[in-house]
């Protein structure tokens, strides 16, 4: 297993959705420890405020506005980051949206539209950097953020829980696959965190995305209150997150309160295959008797 990363000072990290909410902390923790910043993001207004909060010389942090659904747009962002700020040996695929559409009213453009950031999004920042970091000779490391919306359902919407599920199961399966490249692979399953996101999103909705129900949006604007009541700091977060990277952790969570709703997924996964496996073989006798 590869070690964690300890030698950040001078080192790249490209973090998309990093001009707010979570993105945003794990950029202070990375400029904490000496490592030069690029933050990427679809908004243009959040990456001007992140840059004069942040306040830092242009070697130190570059601010890029990226769609990170649109892959001609992700090259010729990562082109630009290697130039001003170097080979990019530290990514957190951060970016994401939360729509609760309900299934009876999604359209394959709302698919896509969610799905779009939320999962291939996540590829799109593997597939442009993982050349440049399998090239470095350095170890490395790749954040992708999931969501305890992808360990259990319920309340997030299928959309959002489909792709935050894929998330966590893309990143299991890379870090086995690029662990012996040296490539530290995490999935960061954070429970609510004090953000905007339910606001941001209804921002940048498409034009034409079908309206929510009463019901969804009565849930979306509880979903945003429980998150700045009952969130946790992202700066926090952020911090969490570097430690997991120093230490190459597979898992990083915010809290630890779905331990029940997660054992009860597991049980019932676990039965689904004892009573097949008895079934089976019943029917497997039954077989042999009849022939
Ligand atoms: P946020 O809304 O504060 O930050 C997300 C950033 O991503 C925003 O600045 C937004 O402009 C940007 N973004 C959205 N679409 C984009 C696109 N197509 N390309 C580039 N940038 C884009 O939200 P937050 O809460 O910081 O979310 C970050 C990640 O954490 C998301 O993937 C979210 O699903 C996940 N998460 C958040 C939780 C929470 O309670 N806030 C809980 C679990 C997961």
Redesign the pocket.
């Known amino acids: 297993m590869s070690e964690g990363i300890t030698d950040f000072e001078g080192r790249t990290a490209f973090v998309?959705?990093g001009?707010?909410?979570?993105?945003l902390g794990i950029a202070r923790a990375l400029l904490r420890r000496g490592v030069n910043v690029a933050i990427?993001?679809?908004?243009a207004e959040?990456l001007d405020h992140a840059a004069d909060v942040l306040a830092l010389p242009q070697e130190r942090l570059r601010c890029y506005r990226?769609?990170?659904?649109d892959r001609e747009q992700y090259a010729d962002v990562a082109r630009r980051v290697a130039a001003d700020l170097g080979e990019v040996t530290l990514l957190f695929n951060?970016?994401?949206?939360?729509d609760s559409i309900s299934p009876a009213r999604a359209t394959y453009d709302m698919w896509d539209y969610v799905l779009g950031?939320?999962l291939n999004?996540v590829y799109n920042g593997i597939q442009t950097f993982l050349p440049g970091m399998l090239a470095s000779g350095r170890p490395c490391h790749i954040v992708n953020?999931?969501?305890?919306?992808g360990l259990i359902t319920g309340g997030s919407g299928f959309l959002y829980h489909t792709s935050?599920f894929a998330v966590m199961g893309l990143s299991e399966a890379m870090r086995d696959e690029l662990d012996h490249h040296d490539i530290g692979v995490s999935v960061l399953?954070?429970?609510?965190?004090a953000?905007?996101?339910v606001q941001?999103?209804r921002r940048?909705r498409p034009a034409g995305a079908p309206a929510h129900s009463p019901r969804v949006t009565g849930i979306l604007d509880a979903a945003h209150l429980h998150?700045h009541r009952d969130?946790a700091d992202?700066d926090g977060v952020g911090e969490v997150v570097l430690d997991a990277v120093e230490h190459n952790l597979p898992y990083i969570a915010t809290r630890n309160r779905s331990r029940e709703a997660l054992a009860r997924r597991t049980e019932e996964i676990v039965a689904a295959m004892d009573h097949a496996e008895r079934m089976l073989s019943r029917l497997g006798d039954a077989a042999i008797k009849h022939t």
């Open positions: 998309t959705g001009a707010r909410g979570i993105g990427a993001d679809i908004s959040a990226l769609d990170v659904a951060n970016a994401g949206v939360i950031i939320n999004g953020t999931s969501s305890e919306a935050k399953f954070p429970g609510p965190v953000t905007d996101i941001n999103t940048i998150l969130g992202p």
